[in-house]
C-alpha cells in the first residue's frame, strides 16, 4: 500500500472526533495520509542538557527540584507559582491557566523539565514549560518526550502540539508498517535511502539526529524525483538540463538567407547573448527533424529578446511556414507589429496586426488573408487564437511576457499549428528572470536559453530610496532632468481613490503634479480603465516627446519603450513585487543617457518591505532579483501556481534543496528516456505512484 492511496478518515484515530475535523482541515489535512504528510517544522532536541544557568542559549533541559508554590492575582486571573531549582541556579515557573500543577508538582520531588526561559522581574521564569517525573516514561508516549528529538508541526486553532504528537504516534503504529517503497529500489540501494515506512517514522519520530537526516533526505527526494517525473512526463521529448545546454556552442553559426539579409541592415551587431540564443532557437528549428522545439528565451529588460524572436520568426517563413508572435496587452502588441514592419516588411515580410479591437469589415479580409497565407507573420493578443482565426501552417508561436498567460491559453494557440508537419515551434519569452530553481521545475520540460548581456553603451540604472516624507527632494531632482530635455514616469499603486487615505493615487497624483508641482511640463495619465486607443495615443505623445511627464499605475510595467525617459518614480514602492518593480526600473535606462529609479517608500515600513527595497538598492542583475523574490515569496505566487497544487511540496524547498533538485532530474528524465512507457520491472512502481497523485494536467502551470 502507497501512503497517498491511505483514505481512512481521521475519525479512525482515537481522540479524534467530528469537532476536530475542521480543524485538521485548516491545515489541509483531510484523511489519515494526509495526517502523516502533515511534516514537522522543526525538531526540538531534549536530549541535550542545558541548565536553568544558560537560558539565555537555548531552551532549558535540566532536572529540577521544585522548592515551593506561590500564588499570585485574584480571583479568575489567580496564577500559580513554582518555585524550582537545579544544580546551576533558581528559577520560577508561572503556571497561567494550569492550577491543577500545584498538586502534580509536589515540594521537594524531582523533575525533568523543558522549557523557554527569559529574566524579567529579578528572577528567571518560564510559562512555557513542559515537566514529567524524573523515573517518567521515556517512550513515544511520553508528554514531553525527554531524551529525544521531538517533532513542532504547524498547528491550527484549537490544535496544540501534544495532540499533534499524539496522533501521529497512533496513526504510524497502525497503518507505517505496511507502506510499500515509492522509489526505485536501485535508487533506494545506491544512494542509502530509508524505506517509506521508515523514512515516515523517523522524520516525526527520529531516534537521533542521523536519522533525522536520513528521514529527510529520502524523503526530499522521493518528492523532487517525482515533480521531476511529472515534468518529464509533460514534455514532448525528454530535454536536456539546465546544465547541459551550452553543448555546441562553438558551432559556426550558419544564419538563413532571410536572416542574414536582416543583419545586414541592421544599424548595430548582436550580443553574444543574442548570437547564442539565435543559435540554440536555429538549431530546434532545422537538426530535430520532426520535433517541435519547446525553448524559453530569458532575458532582462532591454536585452535584445524581441529581436532574436524575429530571427525565429524569419527561420520559420524561410522553412514555408507562417509565424505568430502573442503578446499579453495590445500596447506590447502594437509595439512589436511596428518593429516588425520597420525591420521585416523591407525583407518582402508580410505583416498583420490582429487584436480584438479591429473593425468587423478589416477583420474579414485578415482572416482570410491569414487562412490562405498572405500573412507571414501575425502579431496580436488573445485575438490571435480565437474560434475563427485560422492559419494556413503556422509553425512557430512566439508567447512574450509567458507568465501573463496560462496553459489553456498557450495550448489554444498551439492547436491553430495543423499542419502535417506536426505541432508549431513554441517559443516562450520571459523578461522576468526565472531563476534556475524554477526553470528546473515549472519549466523543466523546456529548453532554456539565456541573454545576459545588455547593448553596447547601456549605462546601469541607479536606484535610490526615499521616505514619503522627502520625496519634496525627489522631485526637485526629477525638474531638474525635465529642464534637460528628459522625461519621467510616476507610478502608483491604484488608479483612483479607494477610500485608503494612506496610499496615493495615479488620478489624484495626476492633478496634483499637472497644477502644483510640474506646472510647466506637459503631463498626462494612463492606466488599465482607459480604453485601448486612447492609451495609445497617450503613449504615442509620450513617445514621440510631447508629453514629459507620465502618470501611470503598472500598467507601464511591460512594453514601453521611450529612451529618452530617464527618471522613473514609482511612489509606495513597498506595495509593488520585486518583479514589478525590476520591470518598472527597466522602463528607464533604454537610452544612452544616465537614468534614476527612486522608490519611495512609507515613513512606517514593514521587515518585509525593507527586505524587497533592499534587493531592489542592492542589485541591478534580474537574475539575483528573482531568486531573492523567490525566497520572499515563494515558487506558488511567483509561477501562479499557488492554487493549482503544483509545487505544493511538503518537506523539499527547491531553492534549499538545488542539488537534490537536479540530481531528481537526471535520474527521472534517464529514466523516461531508456522506459517512456516506464515498463520496465524496477520502474513498475513509477507508473503505480503515478496513478495515485492527480493528472498532470490538473497540476501543471
Same mark, same amino acid.
Given at each position: 500500500?502507497?501512503?497517498?492511496?491511505?483514505?481512512?478518515?481521521?475519525?479512525?484515530?482515537?481522540?479524534?472526533?467530528?469537532?476536530?475535523?475542521?480543524?485538521?482541515?485548516?491545515?489541509?489535512?483531510?484523511?489519515?495520509?494526509?495526517?502523516?504528510?502533515?511534516?514537522?517544522?522543526?525538531?526540538?532536541?531534549?536530549?541535550?542538557?542545558?541548565?536553568?544557568?544558560?537560558?539565555?542559549?537555548?531552551?532549558?533541559?535540566?532536572?529540577?527540584?521544585?522548592?515551593?508554590?506561590?500564588?499570585?492575582?485574584?480571583?479568575?486571573?489567580?496564577?500559580?507559582?513554582?518555585?524550582?531549582?537545579?544544580?546551576?541556579?533558581?528559577?520560577?515557573?508561572?503556571?497561567?491557566?494550569?492550577?491543577?500543577?500545584?498538586?502534580?508538582?509536589?515540594?521537594?520531588?524531582?523533575?525533568?523539565?523543558?522549557?523557554?526561559?527569559?529574566?524579567?522581574?529579578?528572577?528567571?521564569?518560564?510559562?512555557?514549560?513542559?515537566?514529567?517525573?524524573?523515573?517518567?516514561?521515556?517512550?513515544?508516549?511520553?508528554?514531553?518526550?525527554?531524551?529525544?528529538?521531538?517533532?513542532?508541526?504547524?498547528?491550527?486553532?484549537?490544535?496544540?502540539?501534544?495532540?499533534?504528537?499524539?496522533?501521529?504516534?497512533?496513526?504510524?503504529?497502525?497503518?507505517?508498517?505496511?507502506?510499500?517503497?515509492?522509489?526505485?529500489?536501485?535508487?533506494?540501494?545506491? $544512494?542509502?535511502?530509508?524505506?517509506?515506512?521508515?523514512?515516515?517514522?523517523?522524520?516525526?519520530?527520529?531516534?537521533?539526529?542521523?536519522?533525522?537526516?536520513?528521514?529527510?533526505?529520502?524523503?526530499?527526494?522521493?518528492?523532487?524525483?517525482?515533480?521531476?517525473?511529472?515534468?518529464?512526463?509533460?514534455?514532448?521529448?525528454?530535454?536536456?538540463?539546465?546544465?547541459?545546454?551550452?553543448?555546441?556552442?562553438?558551432?559556426?553559426?550558419?544564419?538563413?538567407?532571410?536572416?542574414?539579409?536582416?543583419?545586414?541592415?541592421?544599424?548595430?551587431?548582436?550580443?553574444?547573448?543574442?548570437?547564442?540564443?539565435?543559435?540554440?532557437?536555429?538549431?530546434?528549428?532545422?537538426?530535430?527533424?520532426?520535433?517541435?522545439?519547446?525553448?524559453?528565451?530569458?532575458?532582462?529588460?532591454?536585452?535584445?529578446?524581441?529581436?532574436?524572436?524575429?530571427?525565429?520568426?524569419?527561420?520559420?517563413?524561410?522553412?514555408?511556414?507562417?509565424?505568430?508572435?502573442?503578446?499579453?496587452?495590445?500596447?506590447?502588441?502594437?509595439?512589436?507589429?511596428?518593429?516588425?514592419?520597420?525591420?521585416?516588411?523591407?525583407?518582402?515580410?508580410?505583416?498583420?496586426?490582429?487584436?480584438?479591437?479591429?473593425?468587423?469589415?478589416?477583420?474579414?479580409?485578415?482572416?482570410?488573408?491569414?487562412?490562405?497565407?498572405?500573412?507571414?507573420?501575425?502579431?496580436?493578443?488573445?485575438?490571435?487564437?480565437?474560434? $475563427?482565426?485560422?492559419?494556413?501552417?503556422?509553425?512557430?508561436?512566439?508567447?512574450?511576457?509567458?507568465?501573463?498567460?496560462?496553459?489553456?491559453?498557450?495550448?489554444?494557440?498551439?492547436?491553430?499549428?495543423?499542419?502535417?508537419?506536426?505541432?508549431?515551434?513554441?517559443?516562450?519569452?520571459?523578461?522576468?528572470?526565472?531563476?534556475?530553481?524554477?526553470?528546473?521545475?515549472?519549466?523543466?520540460?523546456?529548453?532554456?536559453?539565456?541573454?545576459?548581456?545588455?547593448?553596447?553603451?547601456?549605462?546601469?540604472?541607479?536606484?535610490?530610496?526615499?521616505?514619503?516624507?522627502?520625496?519634496?527632494?525627489?522631485?526637485?531632482?526629477?525638474?531638474?532632468?525635465?529642464?534637460?530635455?528628459?522625461?519621467?514616469?510616476?507610478?502608483?499603486?491604484?488608479?483612483?481613490?479607494?477610500? $485608503?487615505?494612506?496610499?496615493?493615487?495615479?488620478?489624484?497624483?495626476?492633478?496634483?503634479?499637472?497644477?502644483?508641482?510640474?506646472?510647466?511640463?506637459?503631463?498626462?495619465?494612463?492606466?488599465?480603465?482607459?480604453?485601448?486607443?486612447?492609451?495609445?495615443?497617450?503613449?504615442?505623445?509620450?513617445?514621440?516627446?510631447?508629453?514629459?511627464?507620465?502618470?501611470?499605475?503598472?500598467?507601464?510595467?511591460?512594453?514601453?519603450?521611450?529612451?529618452?525617459?530617464?527618471?522613473?518614480?514609482?511612489?509606495?514602492?513597498?506595495?509593488?513585487?520585486?518583479?514589478?518593480?525590476?520591470?518598472?526600473?527597466?522602463?528607464?535606462?533604454?537610452?544612452?543617457?544616465?537614468?534614476?529609479?527612486?522608490?519611495?517608500?512609507?515613513?512606517?515600513?514593514?521587515?518585509?518591505?525593507?527586505?524587497?527595497?533592499?534587493?531592489?538598492?542592492?542589485?541591478?542583475?534580474?537574475?539575483?532579483?528573482?531568486?531573492?523574490?523567490?525566497?520572499?515569496?515563494?515558487?506558488?505566487?511567483?509561477?501562479?501556481?499557488?492554487?493549482?497544487?503544483?509545487?505544493?511540496?511538503?518537506?523539499?524547498?527547491?531553492?534549499?534543496?538545488?542539488?537534490?533538485?537536479?540530481?531528481?532530474?537526471?535520474?527521472?528524465?534517464?529514466?523516461?528516456?531508456?522506459?517512456?512507457?516506464?515498463?520496465?520491472?524496477?520502474?513498475?512502481?513509477?507508473?503505480?505512484?503515478?496513478?495515485?497523485?492527480?493528472?498532470?494536467?490538473?497540476?501543471?502551470?
Amino acid at each position: 500500500m502507497f501512503l497517498r492511496s491511505l483514505t481512512v478518515p481521521l475519525t479512525a484515530i482515537r481522540g479524534i472526533g467530528p469537532a476536530q475535523i475542521p480543524k485538521f482541515a485548516r491545515l489541509g489535512i483531510q484523511n489519515v495520509a494526509g495526517l502523516l504528510c502533515h511534516y514537522p517544522r522543526d525538531w526540538e532536541d531534549r536530549s541535550l542538557a542545558v541548565p536553568l544557568k544558560e537560558f539565555y542559549r537555548a531552551p532549558v533541559c535540566t532536572e529540577i527540584t521544585v522548592l515551593a508554590h506561590d500564588w499570585i492575582g485574584f480571583g479568575r486571573k489567580r496564577t500559580l507559582k513554582v518555585h524550582v531549582e537545579d544544580e546551576s541556579a533558581r528559577a520560577t515557573l508561572l503556571c497561567f491557566n494550569r492550577p491543577w500543577l500545584e498538586k502534580q508538582l509536589v515540594p521537594g520531588n524531582r523533575y525533568r523539565l523543558w522549557g523557554r526561559f527569559n529574566y524579567k522581574y529579578s528572577e528567571i521564569q518560564s510559562s512555557s514549560f513542559e515537566v514529567e517525573p524524573l523515573d517518567g516514561d521515556m517512550g513515544e508516549s511520553s508528554s514531553a518526550g525527554f531524551g529525544r528529538l521531538l517533532p513542532v508541526y504547524p498547528l491550527s486553532a484549537g490544535l496544540n502540539q501534544t495532540m499533534v504528537r499524539r496522533f501521529i504516534s497512533q496513526t504510524l503504529q497502525h497503518y507505517a508498517a505496511d507502506f510499500e517503497n515509492e522509489l526505485p529500489a536501485e535508487i533506494i540501494e545506491r $544512494d542509502a535511502l530509508l524505506s517509506k515506512a521508515a523514512a515516515i517514522r523517523a522524520i516525526h519520530f527520529p531516534a537521533s539526529a542521523a536519522e533525522l537526516e536520513q528521514a529527510k533526505k529520502t524523503l526530499i527526494y522521493e518528492e523532487l524525483f517525482y515533480l521531476e517525473v511529472m515534468v518529464g512526463k509533460r514534455s514532448r521529448t525528454p530535454s536536456k538540463s539546465v546544465d547541459e545546454q551550452n553543448i555546441d556552442k562553438n558551432a559556426i553559426d550558419t544564419y538563413s538567407s532571410l536572416q542574414q539579409r536582416l543583419l545586414e541592415r541592421l544599424p548595430f551587431t548582436l550580443t553574444p547573448g543574442q548570437r547564442e540564443a539565435a543559435a540554440d532557437i536555429d538549431r530546434d528549428m532545422t537538426h530535430n527533424v520532426g520535433v517541435s522545439m519547446s525553448r524559453l528565451l530569458q532575458g532582462d529588460v532591454g536585452s535584445g529578446k524581441t529581436l532574436v524572436s524575429f530571427l525565429a520568426a524569419l527561420r520559420a517563413v524561410e522553412d514555408g511556414g507562417q509565424a505568430a508572435i502573442m503578446a499579453p496587452t495590445e500596447l506590447l502588441a502594437r509595439q512589436h507589429a511596428e518593429n516588425a514592419a520597420r525591420l521585416l516588411e523591407p525583407l518582402g515580410i508580410r505583416i498583420a496586426f490582429c487584436t480584438g479591437n479591429i473593425k468587423a469589415a478589416g477583420r474579414k479580409e485578415l482572416l482570410l488573408r491569414l487562412a490562405s497565407g498572405e500573412i507571414d507573420i501575425a502579431v496580436g493578443t488573445h485575438a490571435l487564437f480565437s474560434r $475563427d482565426v485560422q492559419y494556413k501552417n503556422l509553425r512557430l508561436v512566439v508567447i512574450d511576457e509567458q507568465h501573463r498567460f496560462g496553459v489553456t491559453q498557450r495550448a489554444l494557440i498551439m492547436a491553430k499549428g495543423t499542419s502535417p508537419q506536426g505541432v508549431p515551434h513554441l517559443l516562450m519569452m520571459s523578461a522576468t528572470p526565472i531563476p534556475r530553481t524554477l526553470a528546473l521545475t515549472v519549466f523543466g520540460d523546456m529548453d532554456v536559453s539565456v541573454i545576459r548581456d545588455l547593448p553596447p553603451g547601456r549605462k546601469p540604472v541607479k536606484t535610490h530610496l526615499a521616505k514619503q516624507s522627502s520625496e519634496a527632494r525627489v522631485y526637485d531632482f526629477v525638474r531638474k532632468e525635465l529642464s534637460a530635455g528628459h522625461q519621467a514616469y510616476f507610478v502608483y499603486p491604484l488608479i483612483d481613490d479607494s477610500g $485608503d487615505a494612506e496610499l496615493k493615487d495615479a488620478v489624484s497624483m495626476a492633478e496634483r503634479l499637472a497644477k502644483k508641482v510640474f506646472p510647466r511640463y506637459a503631463l498626462a495619465l494612463v492606466h488599465s480603465k482607459l480604453d485601448e486607443e486612447e492609451k495609445q495615443r497617450t503613449m504615442e505623445r509620450f513617445r514621440s516627446g510631447e508629453i514629459k511627464i507620465l502618470v501611470a499605475t503598472s500598467v507601464v510595467e511591460v512594453g514601453v519603450d521611450v529612451p529618452n525617459a530617464n527618471c522613473m518614480v514609482i511612489e509606495h514602492a513597498e506595495r509593488f513585487g520585486l518583479s514589478a518593480l525590476h520591470q518598472l526600473r527597466g522602463r528607464v535606462g533604454r537610452g544612452l543617457d544616465q537614468s534614476y529609479c527612486f522608490l519611495v517608500y512609507s515613513d512606517e515600513l514593514t521587515d518585509d518591505g525593507k527586505s524587497r527595497l533592499k534587493v531592489m538598492l542592492e542589485n541591478s542583475d534580474g537574475f539575483v532579483i528573482a531568486e531573492e523574490d523567490l525566497k520572499l515569496r515563494g515558487p506558488g505566487q511567483i509561477t501562479g501556481t499557488e492554487q493549482s497544487g503544483y509545487l505544493n511540496l511538503g518537506i523539499a524547498n527547491p531553492i534549499r534543496d538545488i542539488e537534490e533538485l537536479v540530481r531528481a532530474r537526471t535520474d527521472a528524465f534517464a529514466i523516461l528516456e531508456s522506459d517512456p512507457d516506464l515498463l520496465l520491472p524496477d520502474h513498475r512502481v513509477i507508473a503505480r505512484v503515478l496513478e495515485t497523485v492527480p493528472p498532470f494536467d490538473e497540476v501543471a502551470l
